[in-house]
Structure formats: structure tokens, C-alpha cells
């Protein structure tokens, strides 16, 4: 358990906290947090901040839903910074991205968020509300083609389209996970455990 006491907050009274993807690993923001704002993280298991521009307590995503949910906490060596893993629910990023520092790197944590992102906003003209809306028989269809092409492509198209339709396969595939609410990370989970 992290004690608080144990942490150097500085002459501002503030910590950098580097927030990262539990999943991914990827920095979504640098922020800051006070001893009230970091007690409120721990009491609450999700992330509150201190707003230097506000000055204030800004619990992240209390307007915007966009909250993080704190999976570990753990200081750096010296005390004076603290690495914050969570579950983001939506962006980091005041600007709509995902990451402070950019869209990051692809994972298939940023697919799964896409995904979940146009199941529950079913945006017009989106391929994928599409077959969202038509359920699991037609994204257990398209998995089907999909299969097939990766076979064909396997034996007859070469390393470029296997590496095409394996795409194409992989995303539908965890289009079915998100569909079944199933995390990506389960089914790793039951790999990690078979190679034991």
C-alpha cells in the first residue's frame, strides 16, 4: 500500500504523477497531485488531480465521463513521483485524443476502446455500428469470411495478403470480444496460462 507519508510533494506542495494504461502501458498524461488530491485517488480508485491553472481539485473526467480508474499506484526511488496505472474510460487528453503525448502507439487496448467507443455511440455511416447493430450473427459471419480469406490468402496470395486478411480477421475478432463483453486481456490471460 502506498503511504503517502513516504512521498516528497516539494515546495508547490505538488507530485508529478505520470499516468499510464494498465493495459497497454501507454503515458497518457503527466499530471500533478497534491497530498488531498492523492488521498482522494486512494479513498476513491479513481484519479483526482491538482488543476495548477484552477487551483483547485479536479477529479479527472467528473464533466466529460472520460475518468481513469486506478488499477496500482507506485513512487519512484526517490519519493518524489509517483506512476499511476488505470483503466481509462475514454480520452486523457483535454484535446478529445487518447494520450497527452499524441495517439500513441497502436495496441490492441486502443482497438478494444474504438470499439467499445462505437458500440456504445453507434455513429452514422460507422462500418463497425453497423455490424454492431446487426449483432452477433453478422460479426460471427464476417468472422467466417474473414477466416476463409486468411486461408486463401495463405495458400494462394502471398505474405502480403495473409498479412492483410489476418488484419481483417483479428479485428472482427475482437469485435466479437467487445460485442461479448470480453476483454482482450481474458483471453491473453488463458494463453499466459496454457504456456505454464
Same mark, same amino acid.
Given at each position: 500500500?502506498l503511504n503517502i507519508e ?9 507530485l $508529478? /504523477?505520470?499516468?499510464r494504461? =494498465? +493495459? !497497454? ?6 499530471a500533478y497531485?497534491?497530498a488531498?488530491?492523492l ?8 484519479t483526482?488531480?491538482?488543476?495548477r491553472?484552477?487551483?483547485e481539485l479536479?477529479?479527472k473526467?467528473a ?10 499506484i ?6 518524489d513521483?509517483i506512476?499511476?496505472?488505470v483503466?481509462p474510460?475514454? $480520452? /486523457?487528453?483535454?484535446?478529445? =485524443? +487518447? !494520450? ?8 490492441i487496448a486502443?482497438?478494444?476502446e474504438?470499439?467499445?467507443s462505437r458500440?456504445r455511440?453507434m ?5 463497425t455500428?453497423?455490424l454492431?447493430r446487426g449483432g ?7 468472422i ?6 486468411v486461408?486463401i490468402?495463405?495458400t494462394?496470395e502471398?505474405?502480403?495478403r495473409?498479412?492483410?486478411e489476418? /488484419?481483417d ?6 469485435m466479437?470480444l ?5 476483454a482482450?486481456?481474458e ?10
Amino acid at each position: 500500500m502506498l503511504n503517502i507519508e513516504n512521498l516528497r510533494f516539494g515546495d508547490s506542495g505538488l507530485l $508529478p /504523477a505520470i499516468v499510464r494504461d =494498465a +493495459r !497497454s502501458g501507454e503515458v497518457l498524461t503527466l499530471a500533478y497531485m497534491s497530498a488531498e488530491s492523492l488521498a482522494k485517488t486512494l479513498e476513491t480508485g479513481e484519479t483526482w488531480f491538482w488543476s495548477r491553472s484552477r487551483q483547485e481539485l479536479w477529479h479527472k473526467g467528473a464533466t466529460s465521463g472520460n475518468t481513469q480508474r486506478v488499477v496500482s499506484i507506485a513512487r519512484d526511488c526517490d519519493g518524489d513521483a509517483i506512476l499511476v496505472d488505470v483503466e481509462p474510460q475514454g $480520452p /486523457a487528453c483535454h484535446t478529445g =485524443a +487518447r !494520450s497527452c503525448f499524441g495517439e500513441g502507439r497502436f495496441s490492441i487496448a486502443t482497438l478494444e476502446e474504438t470499439l467499445r467507443s462505437r458500440k456504445r455511440e453507434m455513429p452514422e455511416g460507422s462500418y463497425t455500428a453497423k455490424l454492431f447493430r446487426g449483432g452477433q450473427g453478422k460479426i460471427l459471419k464476417k468472422i467466417g469470411e474473414e477466416s476463409a480469406e486468411v486461408i486463401i490468402a495463405a495458400t494462394s496470395e502471398g505474405r502480403e495478403r495473409v498479412v492483410a486478411e489476418s /488484419a481483417d480477421l483479428l479485428f472482427h475478432l475482437v469485435m466479437l470480444l467487445v460485442h461479448e463483453g470480453i476483454a482482450f486481456d481474458e483471453v491473453v490471460g488463458e494463453l499466459r496460462e496454457r504456456s505454464r
